[in-house]
């Protein structure tokens, strides 16, 4: 797997797994742009990481569900190295909360960040890729989006739109060498599910058939591998990164 001629913007790479997948693209020779929306501190970490590595890499802050801070994303990609070859929608947040005491503001805030910023994102770097006639799109769903779970209707259809939108913007842009995937990871070791209760964080173990949460990296290998030009022949998939949930 060789990605030293690729420019990737991975969104939310401040730290969990959008961390991850942005330390493995470049580890596999990517130029890489991490983005976050807040602390830049994390990010410029990140960015350190990188470039300790030898790789090129610009932070950008962005909040990914505002188009305005999309296309300043996009031009600053576009500024700093002319091309993009490769799209991860990683940022994601939840609001958990069973539906009757779910807030409608929790349930807009939540399909901004995990399901119109994939919108956002993709529309605002097809074009590039289209012309260059190579593209990688991935993006982060979750096994949620697939199985449901009690207490996160929001999350859950966000992660549910993003398979659908995959599956669709894989047929619209087939023709022009951009590839359109997404990655379902199951239970993963960070920040987000770190937040879960040691007591439901046993009782979830106990449905992973290999036995644990996943880590991170783990995500990250099968993002660079559908990153890859040895995945050139999958489009419109859903790869779980579940433990065989
Ligand atoms: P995390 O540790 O909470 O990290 C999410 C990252 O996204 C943070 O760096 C966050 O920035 C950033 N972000 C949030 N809103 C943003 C916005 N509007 N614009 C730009 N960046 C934004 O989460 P994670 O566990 O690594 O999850 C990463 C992705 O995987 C998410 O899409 C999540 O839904 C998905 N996923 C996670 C799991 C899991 O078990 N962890 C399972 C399935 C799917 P701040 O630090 O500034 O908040």
């Known amino acids: 797997m060789n990605l030293s001629t690729k420019v ?26 991490v983005n976050d929306v807040g602390d830049a501190k994390p990010v410029e970490a990140v960015a350190g990481e990188i470039k300790a590595m030898g790789r090129e890499c610009l932070p950008v802050m ?15 990609t576009l500024a700093a190295y002319g091309r993009i070859d490769i799209l991860v929608n990683n940022a994601g947040i939840n609001r958990d909360q069973l539906l009757l005491r779910m807030s409608e503001e929790d349930w807009d805030k939540v399909l901004a960040v995990d399901l119109k910023s994939v919108f956002l994102c993709t529309k605002a770097v097809l074009r590039h890729m289209a012309k260059q006639r190579w593209g990688r799109i991935i993006s982060i769903s979750s096994i949620v989006g697939i199985m449901g779970n009690k207490g996160q209707a929001n999350y859950a259809a966000a992660k549910a739109g993003i398979i659908g939108f995959t599956r669709t913007i894989a047929k619209e842009v087939a023709s022009h060498g951009v590839t359109v995937n997404a990655v379902a990871p199951g239970f993963i070791d960070t920040e987000m599910t770190q937040r879960l209760k040691e007591e439901w964080k046993q009782e979830l173990k106990r449905h ?4 644990d949460f996943g880590s991170p990296r783990d995500v990250a290998e099968a993002v660079a591998f559908l990153a890859s030009e040895e ?15």
């Open 8 to 33: 990737a913007i991975v969104t939310g790479s401040g730290r969990g797994i959008g961390r991850a997948i942005a330390l493995k693209l470049a580890e596999v020779g990517a130029t890489v742009v």
């Open 62 to 76: 962005a909040d990914v569900s505002l188009s305005s801070d999309v296309a300043r994303l996009v031009e600053e």
């Open 208 to 211: 992973i058939p290999l036995g």
């Open 231 to 245: 995945a050139k022949y999958i489009t419109g998939q859903v790869l779980g990164v579940d433990g065989g949930m």
